[in-house]
Antibody
Framework: QVQLVQSGAEVKKPGASVRLSCKASGYTFTTYALHWVRQAPGQRLEWMGWIHPGNGVTKYSQKFQGRVTITRDKSASTAYMELSSLKSEDTAVYFC????????WGQGTLVTISS | QSVLTQPPSASGTPGQRVTISCSGGSSNVAKNFVYWFQQFPGMAPKLLIYKNNQRPSGVPDRFSGSKSGTSASLAISGLRPEDEADYFCSAWDDSLSAGGDWLFGGGTKVTVL
């Protein structure tokens, strides 16, 4: 079955960067775009961007442009999301999402920004 | 408008029908597919409806989606206690100003009375 397994929780200081991973299994990794979506406490889901694992093409939300970088390692069926210049408002659960129609979600990674 | 608006809450008794609205604009709901997700506390969202009114396998037919113009709706018929959750709508927005963005509604908490 399709699984997206994300890396563990992170605690970072303001101004730092964080890199999260998302390992896919149960399907051909290059078939679907892989998205990153976050959910801050009490806030709506926010789309950050996606990567097409086949060719590495990316598209980012304007809100995060310049601060987010999404990459992938095809040999490891893993996607990565790096967010830089972290602020307290970046405290959130970050999800990777794949499949046609956003059908597959990772379990989420809690990122806490605290001085 | 490049925002998806949902009512914050909805409720019903077991067996009733509950409808959740999702209001968008010409650059998102009106021209692109709408998706609905169900989320329980502490869990990842789950796809409930895709492409306006299609159900993934395993989703009960008590859940149905529809769209008209700049609005979409999710209906839950025969409400059950296990349907108590948050529900989000989503659609791609391709307004020139945003450069393309997946939008999510603010979520509607469904309470089974």
């Amino acid at each position: 079955q399709v699984q997206l397994v994300q890396s563990g929780a992170e605690v970072k200081k303001p101004g730092a960067s964080v890199r999260l991973s998302c390992k896919a299994s149960g399907y051909t990794f290059t078939t679907y775009a892989l998205h990153w979506v976050r959910q801050a406490p009490g806030q709506r889901l926010e789309w950050m961007g996606w990567i097409h694992p086949g060719n590495g093409v990316t598209k980012y939300s304007q809100k995060f442009q310049g601060r987010v970088t999404i990459t992938r390692d095809k040999s490891a069926s893993t996607a990565y999301m790096e967010l830089s210049s972290l602020k307290s408002e970046d405290t959130a659960v970050y999800f990777c999402v794949s499949g046609d129609d956003l059908g597959y979600w990772g379990q989420g990674t809690l990122v806490t920004i605290s001085s | 408008q490049s925002v998806l608006t949902q009512p914050p809450s909805a409720s019903g008794t077991p067996g009733q029908r509950v409808t959740i609205s999702c209001s968008g604009g010409s650059s998102n709901v009106a021209k692109n597919f709408v998706y609905w997700f169900q989320q329980f506390p502490g869990m990842a969202p789950k796809l409930l409806i895709y492409k306006n009114n299609q159900r993934p396998s395993g989703v009960p037919d008590r859940f149905s989606g529809s769209k008209s113009g700049t609005s979409a709706s999710l209906a839950i018929s025969g409400l059950r206690p296990e349907d108590e959750a948050d529900y989000f709508c989503s659609a791609w927005d391709d307004s020139l100003s945003a450069g393309g963005d997946w939008l999510f509604g603010g979520g509607t908490k469904v309470t089974v009375l």
